[in-house]
């Protein structure tokens, strides 16, 4: 399934890479190599929308973690089978061992998105597989003018953690926790879609806990991203936010550790 293109993301590079250095003792279960975990985000605009992989980034630096290298091959409307047929994308997922690969597609809850998803994804994770990684799943949402899609995609991003034996990242699901939670909370933007900085924030501690292990509770509000780029979250909000994604981490996540091998 193809997504809308974001005014922001006319400028956005076809290829972001970037490598962070973090000094710190971190989990060694996760971090097996001396220069740290190696982690790879392959998606669309919901995974680059306001920097979200540098959000991460931002956590683990907030927590004293050790160093380690995080890429991104993220592009306007692309789905998995996109991503499976371009080359570049390709080329970097199987030029290094990555330990973990977060794979993202649009919500994917028609029986056409979830095929797609399913095929594609699953055969990006045995590449992830092949070259000693994990494939992680980063479940999104559905927009605003569909939310009675749901439970569709809750169904189809549910199958591919099962099918691709990988972390389940529930992001879609703690944005339901926390519109129960206090429904002023702002994590569409304008287009009613893509998510805000909240919206980011929210995702990026639904990721960081799983992948690091490492609570969401407690995550700091306001973050410096090696961008440059400010996210200042309001603090009840971020609670509100951090709460949702630890909520949803136990209830639904598929938890790193359970398919690290």
Do not use: C
């Not at 045995?126 to 494939?135: D, F, N, S, T, Y």
């Not at 992948?211 to 909000?237: H, N, Y």
């Not at 136990?250 to 690290?260: I, L, P, Q, T």
């Amino acid at each position: 399934m193809h997504l809308g293109r974001p005014a922001v993301a006319a400028v956005l590079m076809f290829l972001l890479s970037f490598t962070i250095s973090i000094p710190g003792q971190g989990n060694s279960d996760i971090r097996k190599s001396p220069e740290g975990p190696k982690i790879l985000f392959i998606g669309n605009s919901l995974t680059y929308a306001n920097d979200m992989p540098l959000i991460v980034e931002a956590f683990a630096k907030a927590k004293g973690m050790k160093r380690f290298e995080v890429k991104m091959a993220a592009l306007p409307n692309f789905g998995l089978e996109d991503h499976w047929n371009r080359k570049e994308t390709r080329k970097i997922l199987t030029g290094k061992k990555w330990d973990f690969v977060v794979m993202q597609q649009g919500p994917s809850a028609s029986k056409e998105g979830r095929a797609m998803l399913l095929e594609y994804g699953g055969l990006l994770a045995a590449e992830i597989r092949k070259g000693g990684g994990v494939p992680a799943i980063y479940m999104v949402w559905p927009s605003v003018s569909r939310a009675n899609d749901f439970e569709g995609v809750r169904e189809s991003y549910r199958m591919a953690a099962n099918e691709f034996d990988g972390p389940l990242l529930p992001v879609g699901e703690a944005w339901l926790i926390a519109l129960t939670i206090d429904r002023s909370t702002q994590l569409f933007s304008e287009d009613g879609f893509h998510p805000t900085e909240a919206g980011s924030y929210l995702a990026a501690s639904v990721i960081f806990e799983q992948l690091f292990q490492e609570s969401a509770i407690g995550l700091p509000a306001r973050v410096v991203l090696g961008s440059g780029r400010t996210i200042d979250i309001p603090s009840k909000e971020a609670r509100i936010l951090q709460q949702a994604a630890a909520e949803a981490n136990k209830k639904f996540g598929k938890r790193a550790s359970d398919v690290v091998r």
